[in-house]
């Protein structure tokens, strides 16, 4: 089909589209993705709010989108509809995402080791122009690019206050 969004424009309407409809509900929108798997095409819309994303949340943001993304029509592929919470490790992919985490746990995945180790967990410092400073819960303090790691994640699971302090 002629004129149809393809990859990051499809992602980039569906978000326009999708923003004003989710902040209705007392929602934002954390991340879409339009991806193939396999042989299937999937439109995911994952979303955040204040105190976390119930299940009516998902329900209630599908149903909202579901005439308007008709209308609009963005893709070509027949595709299906996910709408979910980015979960308890949720990807930093945005800038928007590091800024609300600067203070907070993160876990980090380098592409390239940095003194022999590519995986690291603690807190993040700052986020400047693509670039993130962070300080490993080994102590080390360091800033690389964005474009450095492989993911950086929140790290809701590690408890600063158990892991990583004897009593």
């Not at 004129?3 to 990051?8: E, H, W």
């Not at 003194?115 to 400073?133: A, C, P």
Request: hydrophobic share 35%; with cysteine; aromatic share 8%.
């Amino acid at each position: 089909m002629a004129g149809k969004n393809k990859g990051g424009n499809v992602v980039k309407t569906v978000r326009a589209m999708a923003e004003p409809l989710a902040a209705d509900l007392g929602l934002s929108i954390w991340d879409v993705r339009f991806v193939k798997e396999g042989a299937e095409h999937y439109l995911r819309i994952f979303i955040d709010k204040e105190g976390g994303v119930s299940i009516d949340d998902c329900v209630n943001l599908s149903h909202a989108v579901n005439g308007p993304l008709d209308e609009l029509d963005p893709i070509a592929e027949s595709y299906t509809l996910e709408v979910s919470s980015p979960g308890a490790e949720r990807p930093l992919t945005r800038d928007e995402h590091f800024e609300k985490y600067v203070g907070s746990r993160i876990q980090v995945k380098l592409i390239r080791p940095l003194d022999g180790v590519r995986d690291f967990k603690g807190i993040l410092l700052d986020y400047t122009d693509g670039n993130i400073s962070f300080r490993s819960d080994e102590g080390k303090a360091f800033v690389f690019s964005k474009k450095e790691a492989s993911y950086v994640k929140a790290d809701d699971f590690t408890d600063p206050e158990v892991d990583g302090k004897d009593e």
